[in-house]
């Protein structure tokens, strides 16, 4: 499926670094959002975006920074990151608030050194 | 604490017999629940969904059962066949005044063998 694009698909760094993964849909979607999936563990949601405003941050570290543009796009920034932020990190969208289903992307595997 | 849980880490079926993949669930809040399904290096895909108002849903091979007193569900596919073979997630919701979250289980790997 193309409809939620997620670049890029594999990022190694260091825990000093800055880096920013990015979401696309093409689905004309109102909602989007952000889930870690850790080994041996459920995916979980980190923000909710609708509309471009953000309506959940469940208790994220600060060095994880969203941003959301416009309805179609959809950031992580990343800083000073732990290894234990070593995970999969997926990106959904629904029509509104609240629809289901969501549609993923095919998520960016990030190793931290 | 877990609210989804699936306590089967892994199924193997032969080809062509049921594959029964089963989700426990402790929220009484719950009322719209999903199945999706993953392959390794994709995303995970939708499979089927049920609202808490039945207790079955079917698409093709695939069917959901709804057990809301045992707050248990199954996805049931039959006949299997070896394309299905993915990691299987089980995904609950509580559409009233809803911020969107799913909650998920940590899936049941599914092996179907020729």
């Known amino acids: 499926e193309t409809g939620v694009t997620q670049t890029p698909r594999h990022l190694v760094m260091g825990m000093t670094n800055k880096k920013s993964l990015k979401c696309e849909q093409h689905?004309?979607?109102?909602?989007m959002y952000w889930y870690k999936q850790s080994a041996k563990k459920p995916l979980e949601l980190m923000f909710v975006y609708s509309l471009e405003e953000r309506v959940e941050n469940n208790s994220v570290p600060s060095r994880f920074s969203p941003e959301c543009p416009n309805s179609s796009h959809l950031f992580l920034h990343l800083h000073t990151l732990q290894p234990e932020d070593s995970a999969l990190y997926l990106c959904?969208?629904?029509?509104?608030?609240?629809?289901?289903?969501?549609?993923f992307g095919d998520g960016t595997r990030l190793s931290i050194l | 604490d877990q609210q989804v849980k699936q306590n089967s880490p892994s199924l193997s079926v032969q080809e062509g017999r049921i594959s029964i993949l089963n989700c426990d669930y402790t929220n009484s809040m719950f009322d719209y629940f999903l199945w999706y399904k993953k392959y390794p290096a994709e995303g995970p895909t939708f499979l089927i969904s049920?609202?808490?108002?039945?207790d079955k849903n079917e698409d093709g091979r695939f069917t959901v059962f709804l057990n809301k007193s045992a707050k248990h569900l199954s996805l049931h596919i039959v006949p299997s066949q070896p394309g299905d073979s993915a990691v299987y997630f089980c995904?609950?919701?509580?559409?009233?005044?809803?911020?969107?979250?799913?909650?998920f289980g940590k899936g049941t790997k599914l092996s179907v063998k020729p």
């Open positions: 959904a969208s629904s029509q509104y608030l609240g629809s289901q289903p969501q549609h």
């Open positions: 689905l004309g979607h109102n909602a």
């Open positions: 995904a609950a919701s509580a559409q009233g005044g809803s911020q969107g979250n799913l909650i």
């Open positions: 049920i609202s808490s108002i039945k």
